[in-house]
């Protein structure tokens, strides 16, 4: 039933189909926001608060020609949501200092040029459990088992499938209440990319989509709450949570990933 209600979305809603020239220029924001990853690999580190790290993040992307797109967004302080360990999603940059053994989700756009790119990574902070570790690569694994789907001619659902199959299948819960979703000119396009549902449900994948699939998997339970801050959302049992997000081209070649360098 889900799977219908999408079809009706995306009737509805403007779906946006680019063309080579335009998929060129979200490389090049996709670019832009693989190299802040580059920069948080190498800043990371515990005693660093993700405030100074929202900081380098902006000047990098401004320095580029660019703009950080979260910032303002619905009023969003931050140019990175950073969410640290139990945080899920659209944690607020500030005063919050690493620690050794934390994990942090750095999620982060751009624009240049009228288009978007949109990715995240978890990062570990110094050492971190073994089992943590193995939070992040599985929800790593789900987002390329789904940008696998991203191919011409399958569905959201197949999409949607694959990183549920991958996360599942190690014991992770798959958030529900938010989605992967279409990006271009701006950063939330029609469709949802939800990171569960049915194979061969769903809006039909064409060429010229883009779409930012990000799954994010929670070590115990799928249930998440936002904290009074209005942002920031966290596990229900507060178990860690891992966030991997790439902006993905639907072209004639397969799946062509953005947000790489
Ligand atoms: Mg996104």
């Known amino acids: 039933m889900l799977a219908e209600v ?13 063309n080579v020239e335009e998929i060129a220029v979200m490389r090049r924001a996709g670019r832009i926001v693989a190299e802040v990853f580059e920069l948080m690999r190498e800043k990371i580190r515990p005693g660093i608060t993700t405030g ?7 000047r990098l992307i ?11 967004y619905n009023g969003f302080p931050g140019t990175l949501c950073m969410s640290v360990n139990e945080q899920v999603i659209h944690g607020i940059p500030g005063k919050l200092v690493l620690q050794e053994g934390d994990i942090v989700s750095v999620d982060v756009g751009a624009r240049i040029d009228g288009f978007c790119g949109d990715a995240a990574r978890t990062f570990a902070v110094g050492r971190i ?19 696998g789907q991203a191919v011409i001619g399958n569905r959201i659902g197949d999409i949607a499938h694959a990183v549920q199959t991958v996360a599942e299948a190690a014991g992770y819960g798959v958030v529900r209440d938010y ?8 950063l939330h396009e029609a469709p ?9 449900r769903g809006l039909r994948l064409v060429s010229g989509m883009a779409l ?8 115990g339970t799928h249930q998440v709450r936002e904290l009074k801050d209005g942002w920031t959302v966290v596990t229900l049992d507060g ?23």
Do not use: C
Not at 6 to 18: A, L
Not at 192 to 200: F, H, K, Q
Not at 244 to 261: K, Q, R, S, W, Y
């Open 6 to 18: 999408w079809d009706r979305i995306g009737d509805n809603r403007m779906i946006t189909i680019k």
């Open 52 to 58: 100074e790290l929202d900081m380098l993040a902006e």
């Open 62 to 72: 401004r320095k580029r020609g660019a703009v950080p797109l979260f910032k303002g």
């Open 129 to 147: 459990a073994p089992e943590v570790q193995r939070l992040l690569d599985v929800t790593e694994e789900s987002l390329n088992a789904g940008i």
């Open 179 to 186: 989605t992967g979703h279409g990006i271009g000119r701006d």
């Open 192 to 200: 949802d990319v939800p990171n569960y549902g049915t194979p061969g």
């Open 212 to 219: 930012a699939l990000e799954p994010m998997i929670n070590m």
């Open 239 to 261: 178990k860690p949570s891992a966030h991997f997000e790439n902006t993905v081209a639907i072209t004639p070649d397969g799946p062509v990933v953005l947000t790489v360098l």
